[in-house]
């Protein structure tokens, strides 16, 4: 039995309708701390919304929910202050400069001056952004931009990030140093709570779900789930996966 307290995220039976649709149906998960979950399923699948209710943004229709335990009804601003966010559009201002970027999510995140000072040096020099620092955040680089969306997501030392298709549209060599970035994180205790719809992705975290038509269809680790479906690649689960539910 896993002990509560390693738990970052706990869902239970969590559901979300809009008037007779079910967006999210009953999702049941948790997630540990310094874990790196990966929240897999298709596009409209149901992972946005079901995101969006662990992120204190949109109240559930019913079930449970605690995200750094805080609850997801009483707490959501709470949660807010505890969790870093990250999108497929890199959360950042183009036509602002790389440091001032920084500074305007640390106010955001309520930083003081000389937090945010101390915090945009940090950022800067590890990763090396020392050329770029004044240029522009839509002069540099796409890799460039998306290691600064992610830094700039845990400014204010979140206790758990949920990036949301960080890597979509990001060629396969940026996608494979952005998750380098996940592991280092992940290895410093961040918890990374992480949607794709790129299953190849799945590889790369401890463990993963599937969500089907806003269901949780699958659980467990990579290989664990391989091996339940007796295929090679997480690629294949999903087929399996999809398949079955298209034969009913």
């Not at 002990?3 to 998960?29: H, P, S, W, Y």
């Not at 310094?34 to 699948?45: P, V």
């Not at 845990?154 to 060599?173: A, M, N, R, S, Y």
């Not at 996608?175 to 794709?196: C, H, K, M, P």
Request: glycine letters at 8%; aromatic letters at 8%.
């Amino acid at each position: 039995m896993v002990n509560q307290e390693n738990i970052a995220v706990k869902a239970k039976q969590l559901t979300r309708k809009f008037g007779d649709f079910i967006a999210t149906k009953e999702l049941t998960l948790e997630v540990k701390k310094g874990e790196i979950f990966g929240f897999l399923g298709a596009n409209g699948a149901g992972k946005t919304t079901a995101m969006r209710m662990l992120c204190g943004l949109l109240k559930p229709s019913s079930g449970e929910a605690t995200v750094a335990g805080f609850d997801v009804y009483k707490e959501a601003e709470k949660i807010k202050k505890n969790i870093g966010y990250m999108s497929q559009k890199f959360s950042l201002y183009e036509d602002l400069k790389v440091t001032e970027n920084i500074s305007l999510f640390g106010g955001i995140y309520g930083l003081n001056r000389k937090e945010i000072k101390l915090k945009t040096q940090n950022i800067i020099e590890d990763l090396n952004l020392h050329s770029v620092a004044n240029k522009l955040v839509r002069a540099i680089p796409l890799g460039w931009k998306q290691k600064l969306a992610f830094a700039v997501a845990q400014v204010h030392d979140p206790k758990i990030i949920f990036l949301d298709e960080p890597t979509g549209g990001v060629d396969p060599l940026t996608r494979r140093q952005f998750w380098n970035e996940i592991y280092a994180s992940a290895d410093r205790g961040l918890t990374i709570f992480v949607t794709t719809h790129y299953m190849d992705e799945a590889e790369y975290c401890h463990r993963v779900s599937i969500m089907v038509d806003g269901e949780v269809k699958a659980l467990g680790t990579p290989r664990e789930l391989k091996n339940q479906y007796q295929v090679n690649s997480m690629d294949d689960v999903f087929t399996e996966l999809a398949r079955g539910t298209s034969t009913k």
